[in-house]
């Protein structure tokens, strides 16, 4: 199985989200693809804010079902192994284009895993934070890419030494395991008790929690929030 290293652009963040850009790279194989697409709807300001592309911009691109991309992605992604940055995001916009994913990493929580005491895990904070150096534009999918590759080779070297592995093959059934687990939070990262620890608010405020775990608990299983609850769970 090979590494597919991969990031969207998408118009919006919501369910309905479609695909305007689509970067990736094959690790075993070198090749790299960088493609716009015109997609079925508008793009929303709050998307172009953060990523840049217009509708203009992608006017006259192929709509990415019509392209032959969609055909050799999906076949890529059905026998290799995605590795994306929050991954469930880039999963649901290619379900929305028609995709069947099979096996995935998240560097998001790989990283919520592997590296301790970090202030925030997302990919263009933890580039610098970790010194990745990598010269490339934040919010663009080959960009995000570009920093993706390293970061998830930083991260191999972590379950590597603090697993004591020693053989690829080790190191990505490793990584596949962590994949599965949720992560148990230290803080949290909103309301009233933001930033707290949750070792501290189970002292001060356990209602609060036995609050927030009821309101998590009534939304349906695919909405709630699975590290949160698993957190929570852990300190009532």
Known sequence: MAIIILDTETTDKDDSKRLIQLAYKNMETGEFVN?????????????????????????????????????SVEELLKENILVAHNALFDIQVLKNEGLEIGEYLDTLRLARHLIEGSEQYSLQYLRYSLGLGV??????????????????????????????????????????????????????????????????????????????????????????NEELVYTLKHWL
């Open 135 to 224: 010269d490339a534009s934040a919010h663009d999918a080959l960009g995000d890419v570009l920093v993706l590759e390293a970061l998830f080779e930083y991260l191999k070297k972590q379950a590597e030494e603090q697993f004591k592995l020693s053989s690829e093959e080790e190191v990505i059934k490793k990584l596949l395991e962590l994949n599965d687990m949720p992560v148990l939070l230290d803080k949290i990262g909103f309301g009233k008790h933001r930033g707290k620890l949750f070792a501290d608010i189970v002292k001060e405020d356990r209602s609060y929690l036995q609050w927030l775990f009821g309101s998590e608990s009534e939304k349906p299983t695919a909405d709630q």
């Open 35 to 71: 493609e716009y697409f015109k997609p079925p709807m508008p793009i929303s300001f709050g998307a172009m804010a953060v990523h840049h592309v217009t509708n203009e911009m992608v006017a006259d691109k192929k709509p990415f079902d019509e392209s032959e991309h969609k055909a």
